[in-house]
């Protein structure tokens, strides 16, 4: 059993930053995919950015060229860098690798 603990979320105002990571209990981002995914209220979930276990990333059109995703693999630990913030980008943030997903972290971005 694999546990994803996800951390950094927090209240920022628009156009702002935050570095959410994500920390495995056991190497795990270095043999697999990994994903950060965020649901809004109301919303669906959705998949935000991936990272294979080559180092490629991948990332969905509403946050190219803001959000960089990026592994450690001694810390077994997974980030995503977010810049320039959007309202719109206000959700729970979670990690998920394979069938294992951490609790998420809530990042709110308004003035």
């Known amino acids: 059993q694999v546990q994803l603990v996800e951390s950094g979320g927090g209240l920022v105002q628009p156009g702002g930053s935050l570095r959410l990571s994500c920390a495995a209990s056991?190497?795990?981002?270095?043999?697999?995919?990994t994903g950060w995914h965020r649901q809004a209220p109301g919303k669906e979930r959705e998949l935000v950015a991936t990272?294979?276990?080559?180092?490629?990333?991948d990332y969905a059109d509403s946050v190219k060229g803001r959000f960089t995703i990026s592994r450690d693999d001694a810390k077994n630990t997974v980030y995503l860098q977010m810049n320039s913030l959007k309202p719109e980008d206000t959700a729970v943030y979670y990690c998920?690798?394979?069938?294992?997903w951490g609790r998420g972290t809530q990042v709110t971005v308004s003035s």
């Open positions: 056991g190497r795990i981002f270095s043999i697999v995919a």
């Open positions: 998920n690798a394979m069938i294992f």
């Open positions: 990272i294979t276990n080559d180092g490629s990333t």
